[in-house]
């Protein structure tokens, strides 16, 4: 049975751009224009509808797809910013490729960086930065009696500028209290020996301090023997990350009941962290001192040039006047 | 008492059955008792040979379950997701079965307009979460599946660890094929703590043939009397199908 859903999930991950899918309940086309990627029960496209580019959830799975859109329906009515993508359509295709009926749903297109390609680009410092946004989207999400579960590096995406972090494929949402209905290993507390899988905000927890982890980690994690030692061992050896082991320890460990808890330690470490550097800093005051000139004098240009500016418009006015004048 | 309860045998086995009854017609029978069968092929390194892997699917299809032929090392994460999916699987067929008497002809969720699915799934949803589980873990053990019972060892354990955060009840036991007097050998009784399953791994020896058709139809049997799985959605004060909307 799944490894007949496999064969077609390769079909409908290779539908060629330029495709066009229109759904049969509500007529609205769209047309196909890149692959952005597949997840474990579908595939997703950036697609165009009119002049509207969204991204289209194909999927050969009706039942989970369902759920998908329940959680998504659910999202919208949680009060104030977005948890997820806003789900615009649901609808079947007829599509001549499988020969038969595909469902799927067009969502609101997210445009982005992948949250582990942009912490490699911009620095290791935006790492806690962007965990600090996200504790408090999960913060929401715990209020509104959910857990989001599959919580990875590559459910998160940063927008902006400003970059801010959204979460995407809410495939793993799973209302507290129940078993947690998708998770990622290394994410995942159970797998490291640290935890239940019932869904329950401390879950969640584990798997940013996870994410942040692995942001730091160079090289591909793998559990090996006692899971809190190996992680632990992690967090001391790199001198980033050890400037938060207590907030990650805790996290880790389970220690912490709400969202909000963990943000304000990870809030109070950067600060300690920001407030160490900033000594280092006067410490050392030649480069200091020297960048302070710089700026000085990036500073008395600027005044210059504003002077002249006014000077030049003055004159202007004053000859358009003396024109104006003379030709009366 | 026990309410009725989802029953479903997972083979754990790495190549072709050499003795006795066809497995996919034993699984076909297990169906037909309302038990389903899932098999996960386990590999080493090596590809597995065309006639293992159309045989393990076969006894999927047949039993109503799924199949997954995974390496040794992705056991654990196959080992969950098959059983939740199969479980998913079994719920949604019902809960087909009494849109059709509803609505008394052919609608099944792929009929519904996509809106409306989500209703039909939300009672899934909660069926999968709330129903009793029976767990049927069958191990071949011969030959060359020896190198592979520490991995199977694992995703049992991490089995029982997303089916305990459920809040339905489950139970597991445990057979292995072949055994010493008969086809297949209970190892463990049914027990909802896995956990004990790490004393009796230690106690396994492999090798003989493989005799997956009769091993298939003595678990079976080790189920006890069928219980009709409609007549389970019937048994509370009240119909869950019939308390929702459209």
Sequence with gaps: MMA???????????????????????????????????????VVYLAESGRRRVALKLSDDYASLASEMNILRRFAKVQGAALGPSLLEADDWQSPFARRVVPFYAMEYIEGEQFSAFVRRRGKEWAPVLLMQLLSVLGRLHEEGWVFGDLKPDNLI??????????????????Q???????????DRGYWGLGSRKAEPSYDLFAAAMVMIAACYPGPLEKKGNGRAQL??????????AQYKEVLQNALDGRYAKAADMRRDLLAASSRRAAANYEVKTAAAAPNRRSGRRAAKRRKTGRIAE?????????????????????? | MRKGTLRQILLITDGCSNHGEDPAAMAALAREQGITVNVIGVLDQDTIDENGRREIEAIAAAGGGMSQIVYA??????????????????????????LKQIFGSDVSLEDLPPDKRGQVMEVVDELGETAALDVLILIDTSGSMKTKLPMVKEALLDLSLSLNARMGENRFSVFIFPGKRNYAEKMMDWTPKIEELSTIFPKLSSGGLTPTGPALREAMAYFGRNRSLRSW??????????????
């Design chain 1, 158 to 175: 940063v927008t902006g500028p400003p970059p801010s972090v959204r979460l995407l494929d809410v495939g793993g949402t799973t209302m």
């Design chain 1, 307 to 328: 002077t002249v500016l006014i000077a030049v418009l003055l004159l202007g006015a004053y000859g358009f006047y003396i024109y104006w004048h003379l030709s009366m």
């Design chain 2, 233 to 246: 959605i019937h048994d509370g004060d009240e119909p869950y199908i019939e308390g929702s909307s459209w």
């Design chain 1, 177 to 187: 209290g129940r078993a947690i209905k998708e998770f990622t290993e290394l994410y």
């Design chain 1, 232 to 241: 632990l061992s992690i967090i001391e050896t790199d001198r980033f990350l």
């Design chain 2, 73 to 98: 090392k992705q056991l654990s994460q196959t080992v969950q997701m098959v059983t939740r999916q199969a479980m998913t699987q079994t719920l949604q067929g019902l809960v087909n079965r009494e």
């Design chain 1, 4 to 42: 007949m859903s496999h064969t077609s999930k390769d079909r409908l991950g290779n539908l060629p751009p330029g495709t066009v899918i229109t759904g049969k309940w509500h007529g609205h086309s769209y047309r196909l224009l890149r692959r952005l990627g597949s997840g474990a029960n579908g």
